[in-house]
């Protein structure tokens, strides 16, 4: 039915056309008229069944005699209320789909509404029909909002069915999917959910009434099918024209406002995506081209390209394109929340100054930025950013600005919504936590004195990162998966985890410590590891490729296959990773806000035919509290907003004390910026660099404080300038050119923290004694806050460093009070202190067989056999939380008798007591 309204039918030598297209600003008067004659028409009780005659459809919408869409209708209101979620779903279910109207492909939607709710499907298949809802979303969740007009569903019939709409519907939003030598049963048809028909038409009823140079912030959680929502849009902003020619950006009323929309997307799917679906919609074909240069955005136009496709990658040089080519008009899609790597235009000169970075740690809002801010957003480009996780300055950047000074989102479709909808899945639903247990001793006989805060932290992180802590995760790791996604079957059996560590090096060792634990069970399956570039940990350098025993980029593809099971990553894949067989995260990283919800979001991805639901999805986290989890996700499970502008007057403050510091001179700085912009060689630029960072680090002799204050200063005015630059409505050339020069100084700036050289030594000093786990949270579920979540602008205030009274210690009481804190909660008794006696006391006691067969049992041989069975019984069941102490247990007899004869003793005195 799509191809025919769209391209017509033939039949012998004649051409029926079946459809007039709705007219565009430029079209003819007779592209009026023949639109104005269309035959719109209603039909009731539609009798669609040649085996049962008495069978009807309650409406049909007809266009020139042909069924577009078909509709149940429902009533809530009666004495025997029915709803469109369940009876009007099942009546479809129960419907023939072999005959003539039912088929796939003959109308194209069958939909059910009460006044509450409407649902639809594109294909009927009995007991399987998927139906989605169509609904506008209320309180930023699922359903729809009370109208004070009549029923909430009348939008339906006053908005969805109006000739216009459902004509646009059909020329610009309805997809049949699938390859050109598919049958027809086997490919898809796209019908538009409600919210991606209304971004897109807000995007363009807004466009046309206010022009180019409009700056656009769409929040779409996961889930939202921001893939088709960009392909629409961008595809009808080819088209979009302005309702006055007064406005900026347009040339007259019949002339479309942009010559090119490009998209910057790092998915290749949506790429692929793009030419398919254009060359369905576009009367002119191959309007698709790539751009990773100034100068092919430059060719492509000159060739007729409409639609440019970019990478976040090679997004600078076509900033830089769009600003030479000023008599040209853009609309620039940013689909920012899907990247992997390294982005920034500077990278490779600054590697080549000596520049060095973890290119897995760019967000990829912070590069749209960074790539945006030596160019203001001009007056020939509008911008159009998708997005679930806004950050404040993406807000700031994009988000529309209120009257109160506040920015929110153009348009919303919130992880709230997308979870109560079903096209994601709540990843908080399921969580456990893990808190760790060290406790270390002293190895020297010195006591020297150190700053408290700080060798805590260092010792934490020692902990944390020894092979002997990552060993034990690693097996609890391994064991868990086996026993609850392996052994469980679940997805199916090929159901898929992650390992997320703190960096790539505990990356590498938490990848051989599950090789080695595979290995133990006879290598039931395979894990792969994901991490950039090379890395050398204990001596020996790692690639990703030389580890996995494949090229680099083939990892995301093999990990699809059912032999591989695991991957560990450090932040390579925590964005932009879609693999819907993953249901499983074992997390041991700091996760905070905007990384949090997009690493944990991994697991969320849908996947009907593999039967995912909610239930199958659980996270255990060895690092993260529960509370920091919902403080992160929080702000994004509803609508985000940014409560100010940030004040970048703090600039002016920081550049004062920066030049006064005599690192470099102003005249270094011009000519510094004059050779960059002139793409001179790294090496003419070096010196200029090296001469400012040789005044710092020793001619200046400048203390450490000094450094490091300087330092920080250095940093704050990068990160803000560079966030802002784009933003500000005045331009300031010296902070232009410092922030450049500055951007290539600091990473040769040393500093040293006056206590370090003692720190280095503290861990010299101390040995691990024992580590142990016991979970804090099991399966607990995270609820989230579903009011509006305000952001705050960036710190206004100069930053630097804070000299106060350090608390010194003795070595000795430093790790006195880090095992109190890290050991708490194991009731340690003098004698062995790395046994939580108390603990199994209370299991021993709790043990169902302990009264009838132990306490009350006067036999002294039944008594104590049947104290050997529920010690067993106990510690069997402690291992995972203590398994240290649980393979001490199993493997040294001295150490299990002793043990036994303590905790019969606690036993004693606690009856004596009693």
């Not at 297209?21 to 592209?31: C, I």
Request: proline share 5%; charged share 25%; glycine share 4%.
């Amino acid at each position: 039915m799509l191809h025919v309204l769209k391209k017509g039918l033939p039949v012998d030598d004649t051409h029926f056309t079946l459809m007039y297209p709705a007219p565009l600003a430029s079209s003819a008067q007779k592209v009026h008229d023949n639109f104005a004659a269309n035959i719109w028409s209603v039909t009731r009780q539609v009798h669609q069944s040649l085996a049962n005659p008495a069978e009807s459809v309650d409406m049909v919408l007809f266009l020139n005699g042909l069924p577009i869409v078909t509709l149940e209708l429902k009533v809530t209101s009666t004495s025997a209320p029915q709803t469109a979620r369940y009876h009007g779903q099942k009546q479809y279910r129960e419907r023939d789909a072999s005959q003539p109207l039912m088929q796939f492909g003959r109308a194209l939607v069958n939909m059910t509404a009460d006044t509450d709710e409407v649902w639809m499907a594109t294909k009927l298949s009995g007991a399987s029909t998927w139906f989605l809802p169509f609904n506008k979303g209320h309180n930023e969740g699922a359903g729809n909002p009370p109208n004070p007009g009549g029923h909430k569903t009348a939008y339906l019939w006053e908005e969805v069915f109006q000739p216009a709409s459902l004509a646009g519907i059909i020329q610009h939003f309805v997809l049949l999917e699938g390859g050109k030598t598919d049958p027809l049963a086997k490919k898809t048809l796209i019908f538009p959910r409600y919210q991606q028909l209304d971004v897109v038409r807000k995007v363009l009823d807004h466009t046309a009434n206010h022009g180019v140079g409009q700056s656009y912030l769409i929040q779409h959680s996961a889930g939202s099918g921001k893939s088709n929502s960009i392909t629409w849009a961008a595809y009808q902003l080819i088209e979009s024209y302005p309702t006055s020619a007064d406005l900026p950006g347009a040339r007259a009323l019949d002339a479309p406002l942009f010559d090119s929309v490009i998209v910057v997307t790092d998915r290749r799917l949506l790429d692929r995506q793009l030419r398919d679906n254009i060359s369905d919609f576009s009367e002119v074909k191959n309007i698709v081209a790539p751009a990773m240069r100034s100068a092919d955005l430059k060719a492509a136009l000159e060739n007729g390209k409409k639609i440019i496709i970019t990478t976040i990658q090679k997004f600078p040089f076509i900033i830089d394109g769009i600003a030479d080519m000023s008599d040209k008009r853009f609309a620039v899609i940013i689909d920012e929340a899907h990247s992997g790597q390294s982005g920034l235009a500077h990278d490779k000169m600054n590697q080549a100054m000596g520049g060095n970075a973890d290119p897995d740690e760019d967000d990829p809002q912070d590069k749209i930025l960074a790539a945006m801010q030596a160019r203001k957003m001009r007056g020939n480009a509008s911008y159009f950013a998708f997005t679930a996780t806004p950050k404040n300055t993406t807000l700031e950047k994009f988000g529309t600005k209120q009257p109160d000074g506040s920015f929110k989102p153009f348009h919303l479709y919130s992880m709230k919504q997308a979870i109560e909808e079903g096209f994601i899945l709540d990843v908080l639903a399921n969580y456990t936590t893990y808190k760790g247990y060290y406790e270390i001793q002293k190895s020297i006989e010195d006591n020297p004195l150190f700053d408290t805060a700080k060798a805590q932290k260092k010792l934490r992180a020692y902990v944390e990162s020894s092979q002997q802590t990552i060993n034990t995760k690693a097996e609890i790791m391994v064991e868990d998966f086996m026993d609850n996604v392996v052994n469980a079957k679940k997805l199916r059996g090929k159901a898929k985890g992650m390992i997320v560590t703190q960096n790539i090096e505990m990356a590498i060792r938490y990848y051989k410590a599950v090789q080695a634990e595979l290995a133990k069970r006879g290598n039931p399956f395979k894990a792969l590891i994901a991490f950039s570039g090379e890395k050398e940990v204990d001596g020996i350098k790692y690639t990703e490729a030389e580890m996995n025993g494949f090229p680099e980029d083939k990892t995301r593809k093999e990990f699809d296959k059912d032999e591989f099971r695991l991957l560990v990553v450090a932040n390579k894949y925590l964005t932009g990773f879609d693999q819907p067989k993953l249901c499983a995260m074992y997390v041991d990283k700091k996760l905070q806000s905007v990384l949090a919800v997009q690493a944990l979001s991994r697991l969320n991805r849908s996947a009907p035919k593999l039967g995912k639901r909610t239930e199958d999805l659980f996270v255990l986290d060895f690092f993260n509290s529960t509370d920091d989890i919902k403080a992160a996700f929080d702000p994004f499970f509803t609508v985000t907003t940014l409560s100010e502008a940030t004040d970048v007057n703090v600039l002016h403050e920081l550049k004062a004390t920066l030049d006064e510091a005599g690192v470099y001179e102003w005249s270094e700085v011009e000519e510094f910026c004059t050779r960059f912009f002139d793409r001179e060689d790294a090496q003419k630029l070096s010196p200029l660099i090296d001469a400012a960072a040789e005044r710092f680090n020793a001619e200046l002799d400048l203390e450490d404080k000094d450094k490091i204050d300087y330092k920080i200063k250095a940093k704050q005015f990068v990160k803000v300038y560079g966030q802002m630059a784009s933003i500000m409505p005045f331009e300031v050339l010296a902070w232009e050119k410092l922030f450049w020069f500055l951007k290539f100084l600091i990473p040769k700036l040393k500093i040293q923290d006056p206590n370090q050289d003692a720190l280095d030594e503290l861990l010299e000093a101390v040995d691990l004694s024992s580590y142990g786990l016991e979970r804090t949270k099991l399966n607990h579920t995270i609820g989230l806050d579903a009011s509006e979540s305000e952001l705050e602008p960036q710190n206004p205030n100069p930053r630097g460093y804070r000299e106060g009274e350090v608390q010194e210690d003795p070595l000795e009481e430093i790790i006195r009070s880090f095992n109190e804190r890290w050991f708490q909660g194991w009731s340690a008794t003098p004698e062995e202190q790395r046994v939580k006696f108390l603990n199994i006391v209370d299991s021993v006691q709790a043990h169902p067989d302990y009264d009838e067969k132990f306490s009350d049992n006067p036999d002294p041989f039944s008594r104590d056999l049947a104290f050997e069975k529920i010690m067993k019984d106990v510690m069997l069941r402690r291992r995972k939380e203590e398994l240290e102490l649980y393979k001490l247990h199993s493997q040294d007899p001295s150490f299990k008798a002793s043990l036994y004869q303590s905790i019969k003793e606690m036993l004693r005195n606690s009856t004596q007591r009693g």
